[in-house]
């Protein structure tokens, strides 16, 4: 089971997480969940998700994936109130930092915005976001980018699939390690 690569959609069915606009936090980061989800299975990897669609489980649904995955991601959105605020962070332990480096930098690359923190990489009492449950038991909670920064919103929309495919690439270099 090591090379079985676990990816959940942060907030759920009845939990929308930020939003800005008509955008959605949680609907995000179900799409990049289906995204990715659709590359790592193209690439033969064995894929374990919180649902497929717009199906999006709760935090104690999702933590319960983690267990004996390669490794888990859970995608999340930033938001604060100040606009300008921008770039990608990985919220994980520090036994974590290394993969939490890249997908930071494969989103930072792809979307062309900063890393925040150590490379992307913060220690898990660091974000916005208080779901540590999923920290805790061994999960990687990326925050894409900020929901609330209109450009790196209109990013996502204009690039995703390039987003996603970016990530998915360093999730298959896990599975096939
Ligand atoms: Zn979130």
New binding site residues.
């Given amino acids: 089971m090591k090379n079985v690569i676990t990816i959940t959609a ?2 759920s069915n009845t939990d929308p ?2 939003c800005n606009g008509l955008s959605r ?1 949680a609907d995000i980061a179900a799409d990049m969940r289906n995204m990715v989800a659709h590359y790592l299975k193209t690439a033969g990897v064995e894929v374990r998700t919180d649902g497929e669609g717009k199906r999006n489980l709760s935090l104690s649904q999702a933590v319960t994936l983690i267990k004996n995955s390669a490794v888990a991601v859970e995608f ?2 930033n938001s604060v109130s100040d606009k300008r605020a921008t770039g990608v962070e990985a919220l994980a332990s520090s036994n974590h930092k290394t993969i939490s480096q890249k997908l930071c930098k494969a989103v930072a690359d792809e979307m062309a915005i900063p890393l925040r923190g150590d490379k992307g990489w913060k220690p898990e009492n660091a974000g916005f ?1 208080h779901r540590l449950a999923y920290v805790s038991n061994g999960g990687i909670i990326l925050e894409l980018f900020f929901i609330s920064n209109d450009d790196e919103l209109a990013i996502w929309y204009a690039k995703k699939w390039l987003i996603a495919r970016a990530v998915a690439q360093v999730l298959i270099g896990v599975a096939n390690d």
Avoid: F
């Fill in positions: 942060g907030h997480g930020a936090e999340h959105c976001h």
